[in-house]
């Protein structure tokens, strides 16, 4: 039973989590957490492809492809053909995309540090340090 238990804490908790996480993107930013996510990996990684956005986010092309139409719509991100992959579409932050991530950084920053409080600081390093090992456990787990 507590096994079942830690899975819908889990569920439970990674959506309250996100529901707050988008008011607060939205309230400073007009984004939301997902696309927040997505505008980071494209800063870190100018001109990656879809295809690399998707592995980044741990989503499904279709998804991405979906989010990617919409930050090109809102002038967050351009497209352009990927100078060494054929059929690949590179990706790049633009100005309002810089902006929107600069806006939106406090609010993350703030949101990070309530969690922090609510948990402490020693859990909240616990709790990050056991999901990146889930997350790396079930990536080799596809993977292999």
């Not at 930050?71 to 351009?78: E, F, K, N």
């Amino acid at each position: 039973m507590t096994d079942q238990r830690l899975y819908f804490m889990l569920q439970r908790a990674a959506h309250q989590v996100r529901v707050a996480a988008d008011r607060r993107c939205l309230g400073a930013a007009g984004i939301t957490s997902a696309q927040l996510g997505a505008l980071f990996a494209v800063r870190e990684q100018p001109g990656i492809t879809q295809q690399e956005l998707a592995h980044t986010l741990g989503q499904r092309e279709s998804a991405i492809t979906s989010m990617v139409t919409r930050l090109v719509d809102a002038g967050l991100i351009t497209k352009r053909a990927h100078p060494r992959q054929y059929r690949a579409i590179a990706l790049d932050l633009t100005s309002s995309g810089k902006q929107a991530l600069d806006r939106v950084r406090p609010a993350i920053d703030q949101f990070n540090d309530e969690m922090r409080a609510a948990i402490g600081t020693e859990a909240f390093a616990a709790t990050t340090e056991a999901l990146a090992r889930l997350d790396r456990w079930f990536t080799g787990k596809i993977a292999g």
